[in-house]
């Protein structure tokens, strides 16, 4: 397994920590960010209406994202989750390792669609990346996401990288002032991805480790609220190929607590797939927020596959000579 980062995990928000992150907002201010299991989920922009991320994830491809609720001794904790679909007899939800670690298996359920269901006990995971069973009625019709196995490139002009998609629950805000709604519903995001496995530092300058997956910022279009660019962090404390596109999207966001486990899905190959997991968040929240993905590659797919007996979304490659061998066989059966 790989060592993890130096970061501040938001990644479980419990109803004890959400007492008292409202309680103690006023006293303790900024203080809140090294608190972890308090701090927030999707991030929204100050100029967009709250209902436009509310609807996105409405959609029809974020349709197998859940939300879990877990039973941990004392407390409950919650995280988000996506249903992958059915393999080795079993159906599977995939998540982040550190949103279930020691969850306790009564009580604990996936919600999604309006119905609840039961986590299946053991889980397996690989880093921060987790599969685990799930089972209830009505299972077998919920929808299922692709996953990759393959990592996406990322290129080295910012205004050519790849958009995605992040979905999940939990306390909410704006960048300029995160961490002020609490109401547990679903939001969806997007974001640029600017780096893959980077050495990189945080604005602070204390990380300094190649990161499993892949890295975006909440942009705001200004330099000092984009901790991946030289225009805000000294060249000294950047990796020399770390640049970060600096344009708002429509539906620019940032992640935190309740938000871990859940999708980063972008459009590939002509369809709604997973590229990666959230897995953590780093510097203060809001703008400027750099949020860390463990990626669906070849390692973390291939884990996923052998789990749980589910495909991943071929690499177009394989695409390719899919379709020319049932091409071929096709012209056999008619000379035939």
Do not use: C, H, M, Q
């Given at each position: 397994m790989r060592p993890r980062a130096k970061r501040l995990d938001y990644a479980l928000q419990s109803n004890t920590c959400r007492k008292l992150y409202f309680a103690m907002r006023w006293l303790v201010g900024s203080l809140l960010v090294v608190l972890g299991p308090c701090a927030g989920a999707i991030l929204i922009r100050d100029d967009v209406a709250d209902?436009?991320?509310?609807?996105y994830a409405k959609e029809v491809q974020f349709a197998g994202v859940g939300q879990l609720v877990l039973k941990k001794s004392s407390s409950t904790g919650y995280g988000t989750a996506t249903y992958i679909g059915k393999g080795n007899g079993k159906h599977w939800i995939l998540t982040a390792e550190h949103v279930l670690s020691g969850y306790i298996t009564d009580g604990s359920v996936f919600k999604v669609g309006g119905k609840d269901y039961k986590l299946g006990g053991t889980y397996s995971y690989l880093g921060d990346l987790a599969v685990i069973?799930?089972?209830?009625?009505g299972v077998d019709d919920l929808t299922a996401t692709a996953y990759l196995n393959h990592a996406l490139p990322i290129d080295a002009d910012p205004a050519k990288r790849?958009?995605?998609?992040?979905?999940?629950?939990?306390l909410s805000g704006t960048g300029s002032k995160p961490l002020t709604v609490d109401d547990s519903k679903?939001?969806?995001m997007r974001s640029v991805i600017d780096a893959y496995k980077l050495k990189t530092y945080t604005a602070k300058g204390d990380v300094n480790q190649e990161f499993d997956g892949y890295m975006a910022d909440f942009d705001n279009g200004a330099?000092?609220?984009?901790t991946l660019d030289s225009q805000d962090v000294p060249a000294s404390k950047l990796h020399p190929d770390q640049r970060s596109a600096r344009t708002q999207l429509d539906l620019e966001g940032g992640v935190a607590s309740g938000d871990s486990g859940g999708p980063l899905m972008t459009q590939r190959y002509g369809k709604?797939?997973?590229a990666g997991v959230t897995s953590g968040k780093y510097d203060a929240a809001g703008f400027g927020q750099w949020d860390n993905y463990i990626a669906a590659d070849a390692e973390y797919g291939n884990f996923i596959a052998k789990k749980t007996g589910i495909k991943p979304l071929p690499e177009p490659a394989t695409l390719t000579l899919v379709a020319l061998g049932a091409a071929?066989?096709?012209?056999?059966r008619l000379k035939n």
């Open positions: 209902s436009k991320y509310l609807d069973p799930i089972s209830g009625t790849w958009e995605a998609a992040t979905v999940g629950y939990g679903k939001r969806a330099a000092a609220k984009n709604w797939v997973i071929f066989l096709a012209r056999r």
